[in-house]
């Protein structure tokens, strides 16, 4: 991928290394602390420090979008019915978008 420029967005609530290694994607790839792949056709590098994600600058709003960062996930759950087995497949599947 070459060295690119990279930018700080937030990242609350989600956990990189599980969203990427779920099983929903599988074209990304460990890369030191963090992951190439492609948005859009696009290479793009990803990486989490804490709630702050490091994303290829020219992909920022591109990346925001295919981690769905603009959804509330804890408000989303909020309208789960209280059932324990969803219960805990949320508490199992924490962090992942």
Known sequence: ??????????????DLAKS????QVFHWTQHGKGFVGAIDQRP???????????????LIAEARRYLALDHRID??????????????AVCYAGGIR
């Open 1 to 14: 991928m070459g060295h690119r420029k990279l930018s700080r967005i937030a990242g609350e609530g989600i």
């Open 75 to 88: 408000e989303i759950q909020r309208t789960f019915p209280d059932d324990p087995t969803l219960s805990a």
């Open 20 to 23: 990427l290694n779920s099983g």
């Open 44 to 58: 793009c590098y990803l990486e989490q420090s804490g709630n702050q994600l490091l994303v290829s600058s020219d």
